[in-house]
């Protein structure tokens, strides 16, 4: 290739980008063949009320009449930066949503090209980060519980153990914030009890999802159609524990991802966060669920780390959150 060309995402893209998708992805953990259904209803008509799809800023480099490599990115508005970030000093923040180049077209300037042209297009004069999951509203699940594309349980990333993009991210300037640990349950060989600690109530729902510290059946944090189960503690009627899950049906409908887990601050410490995994883990087996998933980041939260362990999950993948 002596000379690459950029080119912005264009309609009759579609076939050959989910190609490029499904050939390029198809070893990710989680990793399900997308369509372009999949990506035109994910993706192409995505729209959130801050944001929506840009084909300015998807960017592809083809050969012949194929793909080869994609940088997608977008621009959050200080609105949203402001809500993300309480020190944020102003402005908007561009980041970088999906970036791959295939193996084999690797080395050919492929990469720096689709760089400089994202930092032509939306990168100059803002701050500018790695986001492939955390607040991602085309590839990230933060909008509520869904199957990622593949990856985590939240999002596509960056295998810890991928040198290349990481040693590539490096020479941008960006490093891992953090190690993330995923880790699995084998649910029909898991055993494990919480009781529910005196004083308060622990009940499990389908497909409503209460908001945290507020009386319980008043607020719904998430109501996007998806599909998730909540186990939720009471106290006087007020929320203050959940733990939520969601089916990967995409991918086999006996498997299940943890979504979040939350306990208020005042309530940490008294076993709840025992007693909600010990209610999922039932749920589970009630179902006749084969694994389930769940993502940790031990660097931020130890506790949590070693309760899924005790539980039973094992890690099974690492993964760079930028």
Known sequence: MSEVEVTNWSEGDLPRFVRFWNRS??????????????????????KTAVEAFDPTTF??????????????????????????????PGGEQAYIALYHV???????????ALWRR???????????????????????????????????????????ADSGTKKFLARKGFAPRFKAVQMELDVPHAEYEGPV???????VVNDYYPDLGVTYGVAQRYDNGGEFTCAVVLSHGKTVA???????????????A????MVMDEYQGKGLGRALVAAAIEWFRSKKASTCDVLTLPEISRPAYELYTRAGFT????????
């Open 59 to 88: 960017l592809l480099v083809r050969e012949g009449e194929e793909i080869i490599g994609v940088l997608h990115g977008g621009v959050r508005v200080e609105e949203l930066c402001r809500t993300l970030h309480s020190t944020w």
């Open 258 to 261: 943890i979504y979040e887990a």
């Open 102 to 112: 295939r193996e084999e077209n690797r080395n050919r300037g492929v990469g720096s």
């Open 25 to 46: 992805f198809s070893d990710r953990r989680n990793f399900f063949p997308i369509t372009e259904t999949h990506f035109r209803n994910r993706v192409l008509e995505k």
């Open 315 to 322: 890690p099974c993948q690492n993964w760079a959150i930028y």
């Open 242 to 256: 959940v733990l939520s899950w969601f089916p990967l049906k995409e991918i086999d409908p006996s498997r299940y």
């Open 197 to 203: 600690p005196s004083g308060f109530d622990l009940k």
């Open 118 to 160: 994202f930092y032509e297009v939306a990168g100059e004069g803002r701050q500018l980060v790695v986001d492939g999951q955390c607040i991602n509203p085309f590839y990230g699940n933060s909008e509520g519980p869904f199957t990622p594309f593949w990856g985590t349980p939240e999002g596509i990333s960056v295998s810890w």
